[in-house]
Each structure stands twice: as C-alpha cells, then as structure tokens.
C-alpha cells in the first residue's frame, strides 16, 4: 500500500498552515498582538484582541511575503 496523493491545493494549505503557525509563535509576532490590543482597547475598538491578532497577523504575512510569498 503506498502513500495517499496529496493534491497540489492541499499541499499550498499545508505550506501556508507551516506559515502562519510560525508566524503566530514568533516573539515578533506576541508583541506586536499585544502593542496593538492595548492601543485598540485604549481608543474603545470593539473587539480589540481580534482586531490586534488580525492586524498582526496581517503585518507579518504581509512581511514575510516581501520576502518569499505564501503559497509561491
């Protein structure tokens, strides 16, 4: 019995998942969550952890792509 076939769009969900778990687990990426939520919660946003994970997220994706896009 050999290996099951992993179709290519799999294998880029897989490649992204490995992006943004590292992302996420990066110091870089704790501070900057924690930076933003406490100046969303200061200004009254709604739902200021969110928003901070979203927006950190969205900087560090938008980093790293500069160097070497998801999913290329």
């Known amino acids: 019995m050999g290996l099951p076939l992993i179709d290519e769009h799999h294998q880029e969900l897989r490649t992204?998942?490995?992006e943004v778990a590292a992302i996420c687990a990066s110091e870089e990426?704790?501070?900057?969550k924690a930076e933003?939520?406490?100046?969303y919660r200061l200004s009254g946003t709604d739902e200021p952890a969110k928003l901070a994970f979203q927006d950190a997220l969205y900087a560090m994706m938008?980093?790293?792509?500069?160097k070497s896009p998801l999913g290329s």
């Open 16 to 18: 992204m998942a490995r």
């Open 29 to 32: 990426f704790l501070s900057l």
């Open 36 to 39: 933003l939520e406490d100046l």
């Open 62 to 66: 938008s980093q790293r792509s500069d």
